[in-house]
T-cell receptor
Framework: GAVVSQHPSRVICKSGTSVKIECRSL??????MFWYRQFPKQSLMLMAT?????????EQGVEKDKFLINHASLTLSTLTVTSAHPEDSSFYIC??????????????FGQGTRLTVV | DAKTTQPPSMDCAEGRAANLPCNHS???????VYWYRQIHSQGPQYIIH???NNETNEMASLIITEDRKSSTLILPHATLRDTAVYYC???????????FGQGTRLTINP
């Protein structure tokens, strides 16, 4: 299967600082990537859709000025958590869609980034 | 909101078939049924998907009822490494905006 890589896998930062998380599709191009957040013992919650070359689309309740998304190329999307606070501590996961014509379109997920804000 | 309903947890003995049910009574005609699983502290892993015909791959089989209102994921010979949360998701192929429900926590017991 296709590979989606996230970096870093784990990060600890101080309250008030910003953290950037990278999501790369290693062996395919993805015009669309997705960012999710997962709190302990909960399901994944979609935060935003990242579109290459255009602005991201955020889900209701997600602050776009706090969670900055940049999708500058067909293989890279970044999520920056600005002015992080302890309540932003979570598991952040990205996905990228691989289209295999004519039938299969699969979403491949990164391994996730565990953010801890202290 | 998720459009699927799954039991919160299930247990299965190692080596036996694990059958995970999913209800999706409001599924639209152009929506597919996707199954993913998430092993602890990892990203979700794609398992299988289908529209109306039963599907099989090297990981699992997907049985979709004729009215498409429910489906069953079958892991034919479960191993301890199959312990994970399994998510059943409905969505339009190509959109890939997957909305996750609570999933089923499957525990494979030795």
């Amino acid at each position: 299967g296709a590979v989606v890589s996230q970096h870093p896998s784990r990060v600890i930062c101080k309250s008030g600082t910003s953290v950037k998380i990278e999501c790369r599709s290693l062996d395919f191009q993805a015009t669309t990537m997705f960012w999710y957040r997962q709190f302990p013992k909960q399901s994944l919650m979609l935060m935003a859709t990242s579109n290459e070359g255009s602005k991201a689309t955020y889900e209701q309740g997600v602050e776009k000025d706090k969670f900055l998304i940049n999708h500058a190329s067909l293989t890279l999307s970044t999520l920056t958590v600005t002015s992080a606070h302890p309540e932003d501590s979570s598991f952040y996961i990205c996905s990228a869609a691989l289209v295999r014509w004519p039938k299969n379109t699969e979403a491949f997920f990164g391994q996730g980034t565990r953010l801890t804000v202290v | 909101d998720a459009k699927t309903t799954q039991p919160p947890s299930m247990d299965c003995a190692e080596g036996r078939a694990a059958n995970l049910p999913c209800n999706h009574s409001t599924i639209s005609g152009n929506e597919y049924v996707y199954w993913y699983r998430q092993i602890h502290s990892q990203g979700p892993q794609y398992i299988i998907h289908g529209l109306k015909n039963n599907e099989t791959n090297e990981m699992a089989s997907l049985i979709i009822t004729e009215d498409r209102k429910s489906s069953t994921l079958i892991l034919p010979h479960a191993t301890l490494r199959d312990t994970a949360v399994y998510y059943c998701i409905v969505g339009v192929q190509g959109a890939q905006k997957l909305v996750f429900g609570q999933g089923t926590r499957l525990t494979i017991n030795p």
